[in-house]
């Protein structure tokens, strides 16, 4: 694999079928792979086989990798020979545990990487910042508490989920670990999308000087959490290279991992960090 990544974001409804759901999504990526021979990578949305909302995270858990879901995130990266970074789904553990789980797949169809949600959704917004909202995803869920760094050919790959994108902290060690590239399944709210969104992901990017993409659900209107849309890929230098909007849409392309280098000789923050003095700061910090 060169320094150049084909990739695919598949902003897609989601309904209360599950395995329509699962069908759509595949059907979806099969298809992109056939117009677009090139495709090494197909990355889903949050939440994208069931939908998102505490009432229903119990109804569509499912076990990793057991479950029919990620069988058949497996078989599809097996027979186009891509990568797939299956946005998430509802994990249930043996111990009865709810995880809001990303699982990444190899060309040879391994699991080479599951990420268990390490912030939760926990927030209660008054209405007065842009229609405001409350959700707790701990009131269902348990939060998890490992990184998780997947190999996509020679480039390091950092994973959070949505709101895992807000903590700077996680991006920053990701990129100390080498990471080059930041990929979050995400569903933001429409009343924090407008405000954060590309932001947030740009703040991401800038920091850390590597690229970040997100994929979200389509905007569905009509269902109890509604989902923001705009699935983006920010480049190293924080600019929006692709944006979707709202509706179904499936977006690819090629990004240049030289351009991170490029960046980062450019503007060689990366070296000129001074750990000396954060170090000595950290004494003197309080809440
Ligand atoms: O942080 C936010 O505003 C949105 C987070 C979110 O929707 C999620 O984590 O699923």
């Known amino acids: 694999m060169s320094n150049k990544l084909t990739l695919g974001l598949l ?78 789904i ?7 545990k709810l995880y809001n789980t990303c699982t990444v797949w190899s060309p040879s169809g391994q699991l080479i990487g599951r990420h268990r949600k390490i912030h939760l959704f926990s927030v209660d917004i008054e209405p007065a910042q842009g229609g405001g909202v409350q959700f707790d995803e701990g009131a269902a869920l348990t939060a998890g508490s490992e990184l998780t760094v997947v190999q996509i ?8 989920i949505c709101h895992d994108k807000r903590f700077e902290e996680l991006a920053r060690i990701y990129r100390n670990m080498g990471c080059s590239m930041l990929v979050y399944p995400s569903a933001f709210c429409i009343c924090q999308g ?5 932001l947030l992901q740009r703040a991401r990017a800038t920091d850390n000087q590597l690229f970040v993409v997100t994929c979200s659900p389509a905007r569905n209107n009509m269902s109890g959490y509604v989902a923001y849309g705009h699935s983006m890929i920010v480049d190293p230098w924080a600019r929006v290279q692709r944006e979707a909007g709202e509706g179904r849409e499936l977006i690819v392309e090629q990004i240049d991992f030289n351009m991170v280098d490029e960046v980062r000789r450019q503007i060689p923050i990366y070296k000129q960090r001074r750990t000396d003095v954060y170090e000595l700061a950290k004494a003197n910090t309080s809440d």
């Open 11 to 88: 902003q897609l409804p989601v309904g209360g079928d599950v395995a329509e759901n699962v069908r759509q999504a595949v059907l979806g990526i099969t298809r992109l792979k056939a117009a677009n021979p090139q495709l090494q990578l197909a990355i889903l949305p949050e939440s994208f086989n069931g939908p998102y909302g505490v009432e229903h995270f119990g109804q569509h858990a499912e076990r990793v990798p057991d479950g029919p879901t990620c069988q058949e995130l497996s078989r599809l990266a097996q027979q186009l020979g891509i990568y797939i970074i299956g946005g998430s």
């Open 90 to 96: 509802i994990e249930r553990d043996a111990g009865d």
């Open 153 to 160: 050919g020679p480039h390091k790959v950092g994973i959070g």
């Open 194 to 198: 407008p405000m954060h969104w590309e």
